[in-house]
Nanobody
Framework: QVQLVESGGGLVQAGGSLRLSCAAS????????MGWFRQAPGKEREFVAH????????YYADSVKGRFTISRDNAKSTVYLQMNTLKPEDTAVYYC??????????????????WGQGTQVTVSS
């Protein structure tokens, strides 16, 4: 069973940057496609970004395209989310998730097998 631990969240001013990390353990990291989701208070969990096993393909929500970059280091069993030009509407708890399945359902939270505990990102205006 894969365990995922996020880190790197915090408080940042609008226009600033943060890099989130998600370290995986107890599993074969390269077996999983990885995603980042976020959930703001009173809202549903929403898709942010996805990266395939090899890192060859990445996908983004329209709201973060051009500002966020997902990447992975399979040697370190870690996936990253570089967030630039942050906006107050990016404020949320950010979760990483792992799934063994393929296909274009990567934006659906219920297609993921494992989740981290989340890390808070707060962007002040």
């Amino acid at each position: 069973q894969v365990q995922l631990v996020e880190s790197g969240g915090g408080l940042v001013q609008a226009g600033g940057s943060l890099r989130l990390s998600c370290a995986a353990s107890r599993g074969t990291f390269t077996f999983y496609n990885m995603g980042w989701f976020r959930q703001a208070p009173g809202k549903e969990r929403e898709f942010v970004a996805h990266i395939t096993r090899s890192g060859g393909f990445t996908y983004y929500a329209d709201s973060v395209k051009g500002r966020f970059t997902i990447s992975r280091d399979n040697a370190k069993s870690t996936v990253y989310l570089q967030m630039n030009t942050l906006k107050p509407e990016d404020t949320a708890v950010y979760y990483c998730a792992a799934r063994s399945s393929y296909g274009d359902t990567y934006s659906y939270p219920n297609t993921y097998d494992y989740w981290g505990q989340g890390t808070q990102v707060t962007v002040s205006s």
